[in-house]
């Protein structure tokens, strides 16, 4: 079992920068591939970004691709959401998220079995 802690959200100005963390528990993270998901008020949950396991395949959803970078160190039990060029529509709740049983759907919220309480990111205009 993955618990997942997110941390780092805040207020920004549009055009800044924000770097989201989650922290993860349990020994096998490393077997995890991780996502970022966001919600905005009254709209449905997201995704965002996506690394494996190993941090050799990593995807994007279009609206953050050439913004939002995803990493991970798996010595530390850490997956990283780094936010530059922040627009005001990119404000919403983050969560990350572990898949233990990869199955390609890797942008749906039901491939995910751990959730974390979620980080707010406000960015104001």
């Known amino acids: 079992q993955v618990q997942l802690v997110e941390s780092g959200g805040g207020l920004v100005q549009a055009g800044g920068s924000l770097r989201l963390s989650c922290a993860a528990s349990?020994?096998?993270?490393?077997?995890?591939?991780m996502g970022w998901f966001r919600q905005a008020p009254g709209k449905e949950r997201e995704f965002v970004a996506y690394?494996?396991?190993?941090?050799?395949?990593?995807y994007y959803a279009d609206s953050v691709k050439g913004r939002f970078t995803i990493s991970r160190d798996n010595a530390k039990n850490m997956v990283y959401l780094q936010m530059n060029s922040l627009k005001p529509e990119d404000t919403a709740v983050y969560y990350c998220?572990?898949?233990?049983?990869?199955?390609?759907?890797?942008?749906?919220?039901?491939?995910?079995?751990?959730w974390g309480q979620g980080t707010q990111v406000t960015v104001s205009s």
């Open positions: 998220a572990a898949d233990r049983y990869y199955s390609g759907r890797y942008y749906h919220p039901d491939e995910y079995e751990y």
């Open positions: 349990g020994r096998t993270f490393s077997s995890y591939a």
């Open positions: 690394i494996s396991w190993s941090s050799g395949n990593t």
